[in-house]
């Protein structure tokens, strides 16, 4: 007499749905290679190091030193860039433009959103307050608190131009540079991040 037939267990459906979820899981992870792989890879948009990581464009870009607010007479940190583009500073309000600003006023447009180009002749340039005019319209000192301001600011012993923005500078020959009116196009308005922490009042 012949042995009975052996019966094969059917497989398991815990085992079907375990491979059914590496399939999805192994899917998902070659579309994300393939999206990262595409857009430029994972450090698309990195600066040079030591420089920002954070918003790349036109000039140079500096470390975000962070936006904290100081009182009248606290001692200043060691800004990185000169003039500063970022870093601590006590929070004063620039009320008219083609005028000298203190670090504490380009910081604090800086801040908001504004751009400002600074020159070293009595007054700008006649170019520079047309490049200034066409991006912004007049200066008010209620458009620069409101970040929307290109700001015109002397600062004896400049040579050519330099454009300031939220951690960017550009340095340019005479006012005529037409890498100008790119680095104001771009950064006004942007300003600094929200992820910086000021202590409450």
């Known amino acids: 007499m012949s042995p009975p037939p052996v019966l094969q267990s059917p497989p398991s459906r815990?085992?079907?749905?375990?491979?059914?979820l590496a399939i999805v899981l192994v899917s998902l992870a070659l579309t994300i290679g393939v999206?990262?792989?595409?857009?430029g890879g994972l450090l698309a948009g990195r600066d040079d190091p030591g420089l920002s990581t954070g918003q790349t464009g036109p000039g140079t870009a500096f470390g975000d030193q962070g936006d904290r607010h100081l009182t009248a007479g606290a001692p200043r940190p060691h800004?990185?860039?000169s003039p500063p583009t970022s870093?601590?500073?006590?929070?004063?309000a620039v009320t008219r433009d083609r005028a000298q600003l203190s670090d504490d006023q380009v910081l604090e447009a800086l801040e908001v959103?504004?751009?400002v180009l600074m020159y070293g002749s009595p007054s700008p340039p006649a170019q520079l307050a047309a490049l200034a005019r066409s991006q912004a319209g007049t200066f008010t000192p209620a458009l620069a608190a409101t970040g929307q301001a290109v700001i015109l600011a002397r600062r004896p012993g400049t040579d050519g131009i330099t454009a300031l923005a939220w951690a960017h500078l550009?340095?340019?020959r005479s006012a005529a540079d037409p890498a100008l009116r790119g680095f104001a196009q771009y950064w006004?308005?942007?300003g600094a991040t929200a992820s910086d922490t000021r202590p409450s009042s």
């Open 14 to 20: 815990i085992g079907k749905g375990l491979e059914r």
């Open 35 to 39: 999206i990262a792989l595409l857009s």
């Open 79 to 81: 800004y990185d860039s």
């Open 87 to 92: 870093g601590p500073h006590v929070p004063v």
């Open 113 to 115: 959103g504004d751009v």
């Open 170 to 172: 550009l340095r340019a």
């Open 188 to 190: 006004l308005g942007r």
